[in-house]
């Protein structure tokens, strides 16, 4: 069992200094694995230096299985942490670098043994335990830094962006080999990372923070198809969502502006009434954005220049400004032919769409019963 638990987190540096982690409520079931994502510098290597004990927490109190560990060690929070630089002794082999840690707890030999052993095998380093990290690819080496934190057997594990020093490649086989080890081991995991890949496919959940504070938290295609906020609609997506800014028609039944006209079905009268003649921030991802228009009269339209035809192979990117300083981005079938400079309207499903406060930038939520894009929704297990 290993429950985390972060209520009203605040890191400041220094009486004076300005404040980098700002009220972070989080709870982390056991045998979750909570990413922490947002853009460098939101906080996020900070939240989780608080929760290993590296790091003073200013405000607010952590606990791990209800008991609060504000002022316990670092060595006595029953914590591993897999770090960026994976920081191995140079000089020692595979093997001791496994065992190390367990050496200096004192722990006898024979079980030191059995867990190197057991680990090794696990992540397949048997054959290279008398190897020096010289001699290590780099995904070995990260092998061997995941394996130190493994042989630990800890209650919650916590990575800094564990996968950011490999190449393209090798951290897509990483990034399985971790969430296999989750799934097997059914440990707590806190996992670092400004990538929203690594978040989507690994994370039972996904923390978003931006600039020391939680944006939102939710599963990984709750946090890209329900957005709590502009911020979160941009940074989770490649391209990142559309934005238009729009003003409500009499009657607040659509959305428009000169190169707009999007239907509002999936909001309530009372909800779009406080927004009458206001400008909102109109909402639509990429992918569904097309050139052919639906069937159905309430269909949500947008016209705009070609500024940049990308084509990626599995498909072309189409980039289109819309006036107003405005730039949008469709995602389109690879066999599309689009031209520079060119006049193109391009349609969308009334349940594309997204409204977010202008000034705020928080989402206007749709009625509960309206249609949503969402069609799957991939379960990972949780222990
Ligand atoms: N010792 C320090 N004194 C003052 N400010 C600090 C200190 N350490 C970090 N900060 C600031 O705290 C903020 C959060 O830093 P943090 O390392 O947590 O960001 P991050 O989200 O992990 O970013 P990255 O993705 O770049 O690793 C940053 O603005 C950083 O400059
Ligand atoms: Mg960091």
Known sequence: MAVVRLDKIVKRYGLTGPTVVENVDLNIADGEFMVLLGPSGCGKSTTLRMIAGLET????????????????????????????????????????????????????AAEIERRVKGVADILGLAPLLARRPAALSGGQRQ?????????????????DEPLSNLDAALRVNTRSEIIKQHNRLGSTMIYVT????????????????????????????????????????????????????ATLSPGNRRATSPAL????????????????????????????????????????????????????????????????????????????EAFLDQEVELFFRPEAA?????????????????ATVVSAAVKRRTH
Request: net charge neutral; proline share 7%; aromatic share 6%.
């Open 261 to 336: 006209d999007a239907p509002l079905g999936r909001w309530s009268h009372a909800t779009l009434a406080t927004y009458a003649g206001k400008t909102v921030t109109l909402g639509v991802r990429a992918e569904d954005l097309g050139l052919e228009k639906p069937a159905g009269e309430a269909v949500g339209a947008i016209r705009g220049r070609t500024v940049a035809v990308e084509p990626l192979g599995a498909e072309t990117l189409l980039l289109l400004d819309i006036g107003g300083g405005t730039e949008i981005t469709a995602r389109l079938p690879r066999q599309v």
């Open 194 to 245: 400004h990538d929203q890949v690594e978040a989507m496919t690994m994370g039972t959940r996904i923390c978003v923070m931006n600039a020391g504070k939680v944006a939102q938290i939710g599963a990984p295609l709750e946090v890209y198809w329900q957005p709590a906020n502009t911020f979160v609609a941009r940074f989770l997506g490649s391209p990142p969502m559309n934005l238009m800014p």
């Open 57 to 108: 927490i200013s405000g607010g109190t952590l606990s791990i299985d209800g008991r609060v560990v504000n002022n316990v060690p670092a060595k006595d929070r029953d914590i591993a942490m897999v770090f960026q630089s994976y920081a191995l002794y140079p000089h020692m082999s595979v093997a001791d670098n496994l065992a190390f840690g367990l050496r200096r707890r004192a722990i006898p």
């Open 143 to 159: 092998r061997v830094a995941l394996g130190r934190a493994m042989v630990r057997e800890p209650q919650v594990f916590l990575f």
């Open 354 to 370: 997204y409204l977010f406060d202008a000034e705020t930038g928080d989402a206007i939520a749709p009625a509960a019963d309206s």
